[in-house]
């Protein structure tokens, strides 16, 4: 998942000079856990250079959302009890999480938030079912948003103005964002995960999540295309949900990965407890 491209990118967009940087540390710990090169060493080294982080992770780590019963008190012993893949999407959770600041007090925001990590857990389960990373898709799930988070946590009174003629008009969620912003939320993902020199395939996934999933394959794109739409029939979505049922995604999936997903009442139960946990932890 490296990154080739390593031409200067122009003037941020107008729209996104109010997105807030996300801090150093964090930006150097998504491309580790993105890359082919991240050790339990270099995991741990890199937490610890941030304390604020470090803390944050290990407050995480000993929450209910884990359930150990003795106290994780450093970043190795967390290393050692949740294992390398968790403790990569952990990280990459709190990352996101700080990014937004104080600002996930926004109901409209909360929705992006919590369908993020819907998404996320959607795009685990079928990774499982897939036999792909898991790690690799629940970053790209929770990052595939990260564009409309940028434009909410910015402007939350026009986009959450946004959300609410959506509503009431039917109007296309993302023609609206061209029009105020000159950008829609999957052109500000992109281009933030350009800036932040994450792995091409994040950018890809980032600017072309709306897409229908190709025909052919089952790469991570079409993982998360299909998480995005499972989050969206399962009641986690950032609009009212009008498209189609699960049971219907779940016939456009290869027959070997939908049968492994089991019975519907109990993949449905899954993701929502996973987002519910997350959730509530994160926000503790």
């Not at 050790?39 to 780590?61: K, Q």
């Not at 050692?80 to 999407?89: A, C, E, N, T, Y």
């Not at 690799?136 to 986009?159: C, I, N, Q």
């Not at 993982?223 to 739409?229: A, D, M, N, S, T």
């Amino acid at each position: 998942m490296a990154r080739t491209d390593s031409s200067v990118l122009p003037e941020r967009p107008w729209s996104l000079k109010k997105v807030q940087p996300l801090p150093p540390v964090a930006i150097q710990l998504m491309r580790l856990v993105s890359s082919d090169e991240c050790s339990f060493g270099r995991l741990s080294t890199l937490i610890r250079t941030d304390p604020a982080f470090a803390a944050e992770v290990l407050r995480i780590a000993n929450s209910p959302l884990f359930g150990f019963r003795g106290e994780i008190g450093n970043v190795a012993r967390a290393l050692l009890m949740i294992g390398l893949d968790r403790l990569k999407s952990l990280v990459v959770t709190v990352a996101l999480r700080n990014f937004l600041s104080t600002t996930l007090q926004d109901s409209s925001l909360r929705r992006c938030w919590r369908h993020s990590l819907a998404c996320a857990a959607a795009c685990e389960e079928l990774a499982a079912a897939a036999g792909m990373e898991k790690d690799v898709v629940y970053t790209a799930g929770l990052l595939h948003d990260v564009g409309r988070l940028g434009l909410l946590a910015s402007y939350p009174a026009e986009y959450s103005r946004i959300l609410d003629v959506n509503a009431e008009c039917g109007l296309d969620v993302l023609q609206s964002e061209r029009d105020i912003f000159d950008l829609d939320h999957c052109q500000a993902g992109a281009w933030l995960v350009k800036e932040w020199a994450l792995p091409e395939e994040l950018e890809a996934i980032t600017g072309r999540h709306h897409e229908e999933p190709a025909a052919e394959g089952f790469d991570s794109l079409k993982v998360v295309q299909f998480g995005c739409r499972i989050a969206d029939c399962l009641g986690f979505g950032i609009v009212e949900h009008k498209g189609i049922s699960f049971a219907e995604i779940r016939e456009k999936l290869p027959l070997s990965i939908s049968t492994k997903l089991g019975q519907e009442d109990r993949f449905v139960q899954r993701i929502g407890e996973k987002t519910t946990r997350l959730e509530r932890d994160m926000l503790l």
